[in-house]
Nanobody, 121 residues
Framework: QVRLQESGPGLVKPSQTLSLTCTVS??????????WSWIRQPTGKGLEWIGY???????YYTPSLKNRTSISRDTSKNQFTLQLSSVTPEDTAVYYC?????????????WGQGTQVTVSS
């Protein structure tokens, strides 16, 4: 059974860098052809796709967040990590990691449980 689990601080101060890790068990993040994604949902709003790192290590970021986003991976730990820089209170959201089967930002077959991140001083 494949599982995804997010981890990281729940509180980040404005202007700092948010860093979250997704640990995958039951499958390798190098397995073709999966796209390991980050998605967020602010309270009372819809889901927002942040980006992905795929099975080969290639990345894609949604244009609105591209300048502040970096997604990397550690294949030895079977983990991938989100870094979002220069955060503001508008970045407060529940952050999810998920497995995308097509790389289009909409075909998710597995999700982590999500982790609340609050940006506040």
């Amino acid at each position: 059974q494949v599982r995804l689990q997010e981890s990281g601080p729940g509180l980040v101060k404005p202007s700092q860098t948010l860093s979250l890790t997704c640990t995958v068990s039951g499958d390798s993040i190098t397995t073709k052809y999966y796209y390991w994604s980050w998605i967020r949902q602010p309270t009372g709003k819809g889901l927002e796709w942040i980006g992905y790192i795929d099975y080969s290590g290639s990345t894609y970021y949604t244009p609105s967040l591209k300048n502040r986003t970096s997604i990397s991976r550690d294949t030895s730990k079977n983990q991938f990590t989100l870094q979002l820089s220069s955060v503001t209170p508008e970045d407060t959201a529940v952050y999810y990691c998920a497995r995308d089967t097509a790389g289009h930002g909409s075909d998710y077959d597995l999700w982590g449980q999500g982790t609340q991140v609050t940006v506040s001083s």
